[in-house]
């Protein structure tokens, strides 16, 4: 069976809501604190949604080689995103760098069209 990436549903009343197919495109990544991992993102895909058994933190990239997310101190305005759900993804973002904040954790990532 071949995954691909979904279209998130609008509904009747206007909001959304998310698909839950078997052939959905879901990722995840089975961490170590400390450690940073990336998803590449599918071709064509728009959104994101991410689900996690521990805090963790994002960095989303241009390159599959982009800067590792981390936690920390950042004043600059170049900070990592701690916790997000769902985002819509520009075309410039070709990798997610996450981070978790726990001793080990999952992050999930499920791309919609």
């Known amino acids: 069976?071949?995954?691909?990436?979904s279209p998130i549903a609008i509904l009747p009343n206007m909001s959304f809501?998310?698909?839950a197919d078997t052939e959905d495109y879901r990722l995840s990544l089975s961490l170590a604190s400390g450690t940073a991992?990336?998803?590449i993102v599918p071709s064509g895909a728009k959104y994101v949604v991410f689900g996690a058994t521990e805090d963790f933190c994002?960095?989303?990239n241009t390159t599959t080689n982009g800067s590792a997310a981390a936690f920390?101190?950042?004043t600059d305005g170049s900070a990592c995103e701690i916790n997000p759900t769902i985002r819509y993804l520009r075309d410039?973002?070709?990798a997610i760098s996450v981070m978790i904040r726990g001793a080990t954790g999952d992050v999930s990532a499920v791309f919609y069209k």
């Open 17 to 19: 809501a998310l698909y």
């Open 58 to 60: 994002v960095r989303y």
């Open 1 to 5: 069976m071949a995954h691909a990436v």
């Open 92 to 94: 410039t973002v070709v």
């Open 37 to 39: 991992e990336k998803f």
């Open 72 to 74: 920390g101190d950042v």
